[in-house]
């Protein structure tokens, strides 16, 4: 069985050590005000060593939100794995995209930003794992809609696909509001929570024949 080398632990040690310095500037100031300079320094290294581990900072901001996918790639996973019918792993797998957000709200800013046009994901190692991890995601959820519909407890006649597309866009956009929104809705007393809840009722039709989540008609 071969073991890692000394030297080769000593660099992904380096390494990690410069992800979790970048982790603390892009949290504190976003990606776009950010430089590779204070990063560096963050990191105590010269630029020199930042830019023989990562060449520029996107490649450094793919590493940093890899971490934040990683984590909820597992909770995808674990909610797909409950003893319970498609539909109740698609309602896990929702509230786990709501808990995550709330247990871990820089990783989840950073990965509905990573999500723009900016970004163009590349031959990249941890770019491509990002696009692995998120298609992954997706793919549970379409099996989880699959069992549902074979079940019963889904509609029929929905394609799990594109349904699995909706849940995930309307899910994600509306726990990443933009502020004028959130101040609409601050405005008339509806919490974060309350329009997460609401939200979750509204797509109940989109699924099955209940009247409200969890609830039969």
Not at 46 to 67: C, D, H, I, R, S
Not at 145 to 157: S, W
Not at 173 to 190: C, P, T, Y
């Amino acid at each position: 069985m071969s073991t890692i080398s000394r030297r080769e632990r000593e660099k992904q040690k380096r390494r990690q050590e410069i992800i979790d310095a970048a982790e603390k500037v892009f949290f504190a100031k976003g990606y776009d005000k950010v430089t590779m300079d204070e990063i560096a320094q963050k990191a105590e290294v010269n630029k020199a060593l930042l830019y023989y581990y990562f060449k520029n900072k996107e490649t450094l901001f793919f590493a940093v939100n890899l971490q934040g996918v990683r984590i909820l790639h597992e909770i995808y996973v674990r909610c797909f794995n409950i003893d319970t019918d498609g539909y109740g792993k698609v309602k896990a797998m929702l509230q786990g995209l709501f808990d995550f957000s709330r247990e871990y709200p820089e990783y989840f800013r950073i990965y509905c930003y990573s999500g723009t046009e900016r970004f163009q994901m590349s031959d990249n190692e941890d770019a491509q794992e990002i696009v692995d991890l998120s298609t992954g995601m997706w793919r549970i959820m379409v099996e989880a809609i699959i069992e549902g519909i074979a079940e019963g407890t889904i509609r029929k006649d929905l394609d799990p696909v594109e349904m699995s597309i909706y849940l995930n866009i309307m899910a994600t956009n509306a726990l990443n509001l933009d502020f004028s929104f959130q101040m609409v809705l601050e405005a008339r007393g509806i919490s974060r929570e309350k329009y997460w809840e609401d939200l979750l009722s509204f797509l109940n039709p989109a699924l099955t024949q209940r009247s409200a989540w969890g609830q039969e008609e």
